[in-house]
């Protein structure tokens, strides 16, 4: 079967998405939806560096969406307009579309924004018949399918942890990098603080994580917690988003924790340099992710990624958009509602192999 698809945006994860969802054999691409003026009526192909695939990158919404499509792909930013990017979902599913979204990360669990904002997305999956499926690598597969299974490996477990390393200075967002994160910024007072470590931001974001592995393990949260700590530069260093002058914020490492019966049992911890020689005493890689699961037997499992030119932090990025795109076939064959990781099939690489 073809499932008829749209992309709406081609950002930092949408040009993935795209390409992805091009080469896909059971992906049809129909539309693409596009911010910049600038990309407005160039070939899909063109904007993901592809051969011409002779459809028409477009900003006219109302044109996108009279479209007959099964899913639309949502990778528009959200950071900063996450009402604008709920209404842009609802709308989408009112349409009757399916959406598969890596923005608005804390829907990798609907509860996350609470009961007025999960209502609302219900009832525009009831109003269209389709479904919305939020995933990525992180919040994402690496941190809710891959230690979730894991874990039903285990004879008994006291906690699991899913820590990200990662060196920042390749990956070349500087609206999420320097912006969201603060890198480059002051090392000042709660008035310099960047939004990532706003009161309550990092709960937000990955809160939905821990929420979706308390429920995959089966155990009922006291609360969520975050905690988190940041180093300056040393010294100048150069970056693709430019330089960290000494001195601003260079190194961050945080948790959102998952309290029971008052213990810190199910953590996601990210360690995040400008430089690999930055923070020497916190945990060290090459890049990528340790799933690590305290109990008997102690399991340590690592995913390591590249992109096609070997950088680790743009691997990462491709399995967010390849995440969404492969989860299309399960979400457009799912009950109309907003879903998580618990509620698809095995996804698989199947039909993938070139």
């Keep these: 079967m073809t499932y008829r698809v749209i992309q709406w945006s081609t950002g930092n994860v949408g040009r993935y998405s795209l390409r992805a969802a091009i080469g896909h054999p059971e992906l049809e691409l129909v539309g693409l939806w596009v911010h910049s003026e600038k990309k407005n009526g160039r ?81 525009a999956c009831l109003a269209g018949d389709a479904s919305l499926f939020t995933s990525g690598i992180d919040p994402g597969f690496a941190n809710d399918v891959l230690p979730l299974t894991l874990s039903g490996l285990s004879e008994h477990w006291t906690q699991i942890r899913i820590r990200e390393i990662v060196n920042y200075a390749t990956y070349d967002q500087p609206e999420v990098v320097l912006g969201t994160m603060g890198f480059g910024k002051p090392m000042g007072d709660d008035d310099e603080l960047p939004l990532l470590l706003k009161p309550g931001m990092l709960s937000m974001a990955w809160g939905g994580t821990i929420r979706l592995l308390a429920e995959g393990v089966g155990v009922a949260l006291d609360e969520v917690r975050q905690q988190s700590e940041c180093l300056p530069a040393p010294r100048d260093l150069d970056t693709a988003m430019g330089t960290i002058k000494a001195g601003t914020r260079a190194a961050l490492r945080f948790e959102v924790q998952g309290i029971v019966d008052g213990e ?64 299309i076939p399960a979400v457009v064959a799912a009950e109309p509602r907003p879903l998580t990781a618990l509620d698809l099939p095995l996804v698989t690489g199947a039909g993938l192999m070139k």
């Design 43 to 123: 070939d899909a192909g063109e904007l993901c560096g592809l051969p011409p695939v002779g459809v028409t990158a477009t900003r006219d919404v109302d044109a996108v969406l009279a479209l007959d499509a099964d899913c639309v792909i949502y990778t528009a930013t959200a950071d900063l307009r996450l009402m604008e990017a709920v209404d842009d979902i609802c709308r989408i599913l009112r349409s009757g579309k399916n959406v598969v979204s890596s923005s608005l990360v804390s829907l990798v669990h609907p509860t996350t924004l609470g009961p007025e904002m999960q209502k609302r997305l219900e009832e």
């Design 264 to 327: 810190a049992r199910l953590v996601v911890e990210h360690v995040t340099r400008m430089h690999d020689d930055l923070a020497p005493d916190w945990p060290q890689s090459k890049g990528g992710y340790e799933i690590i699961i305290e109990g008997v037997p102690r399991m340590v499992c690592r995913l390591d990624m590249e992109d096609e030119h070997g950088d680790h932090a743009v691997g990462g990025v491709v399995l967010t958009a390849t995440r969404i795109v492969n989860a």
